[in-house]
T-cell receptor, first 112, second 109 residues
Framework: DTEVTQTPKHLVMGMTNKKSLKCEQHMGHRAMYWYKQKAKKPPELMFVYSYEKLSINESVPSRFSPECPNSSLLNLHLHALQPEDSALYLC???????????FGDGTRLSIL | GQNIDQPTEMTATEGAIVQINCTYQTSGFNGLFWYQQHAGEAPTFLSYNVLDGLEEKGRFSSFLSRSKGYSYLLLKELQMKDSASYLCAVFTNAGKSTFGDGTTLTVKP
């Protein structure tokens, strides 16, 4: 079990669907992250939120839309995804930008 | 940009010591982190270095030389459960984190 909780654990969706990934932490961390990880590859940074504001967007396509409703929650809204977007999506949090990141177990996403 | 290099695979024997190296070239370097990732699981934080020198945490130690762009993770008294992928990640003063491709460690009896 991790202190960063992600739901759902698995998600299968069609290319025309709209879905959301959710991430929650109650460690009082002020930085939250979304990563994408393909099989046998390292995590790739997508977005960083610092104090609930988007601070980094690594040129992610607009079909991925992050949202930080409050300091404990981070969402990733998905729309019109492509088959190549199938991957493990990891959420992480840290006390600050230069502190160790704690990862959730991830959402395994499959696009049909 | 950033360039991070780690060996792809390593094999070691249970009870032995293994050193996993990581070299990097990056602008705005601010620190280096080591993570362990078992297949199908999330990365787990192991150790981090901001300043030059050795950081020790139980069976795991990590070393950093900023001038050489070099770090290593040292694992002592290897156990079978240490078989995993070990990722070094570089953090910059812009708040970005970049992971190396990881080193797959296999511990044999």
């Amino acid at each position: 079990d991790t202190e960063v909780t992600q739901t759902p654990k698995h998600l299968v969706m069609g290319m025309t669907n709209k879905k959301s990934l959710k991430c929650e932490q109650h460690m009082g961390h002020r930085a939250m992250y979304w990563y994408k990880q393909k099989a046998k590859k390292p995590p790739e940074l997508m977005f960083v939120y610092s104090y609930e504001k988007l601070s980094i967007n690594e040129s992610v396509p607009s079909r991925f839309s992050p949202e930080c409703p409050n300091s404990s929650l981070l969402n990733l809204h998905l729309h019109a995804l492509q088959p190549e977007d199938s991957a493990l999506y990891l959420c992480a949090s840290s006390r600050g930008g230069q502190e160790p990141q704690h990862f959730g177990d991830g959402t395994r996403l499959s696009i049909l | 940009g950033q360039n991070i290099d780690q060996p792809t695979e390593m094999t070691a024997t249970e009870g032995a010591i293994v050193q996993i190296n990581c070299t990097y070239q990056t602008s705005g370097f601010n620190g280096l982190f080591w993570y362990q990732q078992h297949a199908g699981e999330a990365p787990t934080f192991l150790s981090y270095n901001v300043l030059d020198g050795l950081e020790e945490k139980g069976r795991f130690s990590s070393f950093l030389s900023r001038s050489k762009g070099y770090s290593y993770l040292l694992l002592k008294e290897l156990q079978m459960k240490d078989s995993a992928s070990y990722l070094c990640a570089v953090f910059t003063n812009a708040g970005k984190s970049t992971f190396g491709d990881g080193t797959t460690l296999t511990v044999k009896p």
